[in-house]
């Protein structure tokens, strides 16, 4: 059974950082590619950021270009999220997630097969 556990949310100030982890269980970590999502109250869930397997390829949302950075961990089975100059439209509860497709890149909620809990982001103004 695959299981993801993020942790690292909280409250940060406007121009704050914050780093999530996302520690997954119950498969070969490094052959799937990983992602972040994130949905806010009251909006659909979005995508953040995605990195292929063997950390070859990484991809963002336009919203999160440039501030946030995806790596990954694979012998610790830990997949990150550094977020800089965080923005108060950044708070959303922020959910790991990846896919039984050992050779996509993942860009969409469509291709999900595994979510993480969640963990809460909120950036005060």
């Known amino acids: 059974q695959v299981q993801l556990v993020e942790s690292g949310g909280g409250l940060v100030q406007d121009g704050g950082s914050l780093r999530l982890s996302c520690t997954v269980s119950?498969?070969?970590?490094?052959?799937?590619?990983m992602g972040w999502f994130r949905q806010a109250p009251g909006k659909d869930r979005e995508f953040v950021a995605a990195?292929?397997?063997?950390?070859?390829?990484?991809t963002y949302a336009g919203s999160v270009k440039g501030r946030f950075t995806i790596s990954r961990d694979d012998a610790k089975n830990t997949v990150y999220l550094q977020m800089d100059d965080l923005r108060p439209d950044d708070t959303a509860v922020y959910y790991c997630?990846?896919?039984?497709?050992?050779?996509?890149?993942?860009?969409?909620?469509?291709?999900?097969?595994?979510w993480g809990q969640g963990t809460q982001v909120t950036v005060s103004s």
């Open positions: 997630a990846t896919t039984r497709n050992r050779y996509v890149l993942i860009t969409s909620y469509r291709q999900i097969d595994y």
């Open positions: 119950g498969r070969t970590f490094s052959e799937y590619p």
């Open positions: 990195i292929s397997r063997s950390d070859a390829t990484k």
